[in-house]
């Protein structure tokens, strides 16, 4: 979860994905919804081993790719329960 320097208006759809890497580095991608009146500093933790250097952090922009999350989400179908009529995520 992230946090802001200053007070926001509102904060909604946060969606994260995280995946370690082939090389034992990792991958978080992280979407939200955010309504500001002001300019704000967004603040993310990221878990890396200590004395990890500063430049070893990359960020990727996916702006280009709007519907990752979408498309992330079709790898995992939606099932309905005939008994309760609930929907559940695969294997939740």
Known sequence: MCC????????????????????????LVYKMTVALTDDVAMVLPLPVPVGTPEAAVRFIDLSGYPDFFVDLDSAFPSYILPSKGRSLRGGD
């Open 4 to 27: 802001f320097s200053r007070s926001v208006r509102h904060v909604s759809g946060t969606q994260i994905f995280a995946r370690g890497g082939s090389d034992g580095g990792q991958f």
